[in-house]
């Protein structure tokens, strides 16, 4: 270990990395025996985390925060990849109805970076970010035709010292007979050929052709053809695609789509050409001869410190035991990476003060290092990351020496950049994460300050669908489950997401007691995340109103033109309230949850018997902390579905 490296910051590091193996939860005293750290040890990292959002502590657990992803969205947005070619590979999954995935190269492994996968009853179980091992993979040949000496020998004593692939706990052990292409493949006299043990020929014949096949290398039935994708003559990443020997052999995957594979490929190439970095000689030119930091090429995006000092100023919207830091990154997710100097120490020092020896500074300061990265900043200088920072040169340097002996950073000359390991922290396990599962503990802590049952629902053709709830005990409550669906034309969660419907169609569905043909609904993956055609229209209101509204009591608005001039209001005031619409005796009030377009795609309510307050009272109390925890949601969905496609449902 250099004699220069942060030991908190490697601690830090083990319990992110723990937490990632161990699916993105563990208990304290779990984390102690994994780490072989001391308890208390273990307590202040995670403390910290929690400080920075990282984390959620519940009782003896360290649950991972949907905010830690920004870690490996700075990777991501520095690699560009995915901002560029995803869409490409979107297409070609819905073209050849196939899982399209593109891949890079960790070392002797692959990481996915983005997956467009079919919604079958067999379906790849991979995460964005994790590590398999390159022997197994269609990817893993064509990164390995381009390996020196140094990486081969590499590979082979890490086959030597796992035998098993047991430092790759998403793939299955690798002990079964090879059943692959023996007659082709030699191996040592004796030996009983278990999978991968032909990888040195398949990478030899993927240099040759320019192709690859997994032709069950990983388990029985998975069949797979890649292709690289190459910018200024390198492997920029590896698209995959993948089936089944139900639908296709790896021969016939092959002869099947290999042509349009190509196709796809070309056009790949064409937009990283389009879109080529300037070279690093040109970056170091323009950061020595101007005045302007990172961040003045980044305008757009705050920093750490300026997003804290901004929440100093509404304290309110932090939730309890939450730092302003975290609440402000609640409030500004779309900022982006930290990019503009100065405040970080002024944060870490108010940090220190609240939480004493329990906060370690030197952690926080070195994991914000890799949000320093991100789009137009894939290498940097050591200056580019102090002053992205805020941080000393001294202080930047010896986070950048920890992170480089970790293998979360390389060196080149004087640049740094990240390294495709950044996706080992947390990524995996919070790139399944759902929009339920993001609000749920911020809806948990609305429940518990206001003594009410908080809900969240999504709109599915004219109706709305619970898909959280936090229940409170009371003799009177409200009796709804995930999954009810109710009208969504009477119900306040329901108006908020009507609101925000365009109005092509409002004229038609309106007129005439709303007789106007509904348009079938659809979704657009921009608009809503989750990708799932049952949530959400597209065809505008129309879609999602009946022909006719219903009174379900006598307070229900059922007069098309009373019903407009409500949603007119739901739309300027921001929230919806009902009264007794749905039921007598009930009383709701809502707000919608925002996608990164700002598109409405859920909302969120407190609904209580008309008894328990006024309809003043729910303006003036609730409303303001409906907002916040709808802030809230927002800004871990913003950040969790900057590179993924987010499940609303």
Known sequence: MPDEAVTPLIRGIAVL???TEADGASSLSGLERATGLARSTVDRITATLARMGYVRLDGRDAILAPRLMELGNAYLAALRIPRLLD?????????????????????????????????RAMSLSFRIGDLLPAERTAPGPLFASDWSAEEWTRWRERRATDPEDRGFPAVPARSRPYGGRTEDTVFPAGQLPTVGDDFEQRAAEARRTGWALDDQLIEPGLVAVSMPVREAGRIACVVNVVSHTSRHSATDLRDALLPRLRMAVAEMEQVL????????????SDQRTSDRTVADRTAS??????????TQAAPEQAAPGQSALAAERHARADAGNATTPSGLADWTGASKHELGREFIESLARGLTVITAFGEGRAELTLTAVAQATG????????????????????AHDRFFRLTPRVLSLGFPPLSRTSLPEIATPHMTELSQRLHDSVSLAVLTGDEIQYTGRVSTRRIMSVNVTVGTRLPAYATSLGRVILADLPETHATEG?????????????????????????????GGLSAALPEQLIPLTPRTITDPERFRAELDRVRKAGYAMVEEELEQGLRSIAVPVRDRGGRVVAALNVAMHSSRRTAEECVRDVLPELHAT???IESDLHIAGRFRLVQLT
Request: avoid cysteine.
């Open 17 to 19: 990395r723990r937490l």
């Open 87 to 119: 869409a490409y590979a979107d297409a070609l999954a819905d073209e050849l109805d196939e899982s399209v995935s593109l891949a890079v190269g960790d070392q002797d492994g692959i990481r996915f970076i983005h997956q467009a996968t079919r919604r």
């Open 273 to 284: 050409t389009l879109e080529a970095e300037p070279a690093p000689e040109r970056r170091a």
């Open 301 to 310: 995006e705050r920093t750490v410190a300026e997003r804290e000092a901004s």
């Open 391 to 410: 941080l000393a040169r001294a202080t930047a340097r010896r986070a950048l020496i920890t992170l480089e002996h970790l293998g979360y950073v390389s």
């Open 510 to 538: 309106l007129e005439d007691g709303l007789s106007g043909e509904p348009v079938a609904p659809s979704v657009h993956p921009s608009l809503h995340p989750s990708g799932d055609s049952s949530v959400g229209p597209r």
């Open 630 to 632: 709808a802030t809230r």
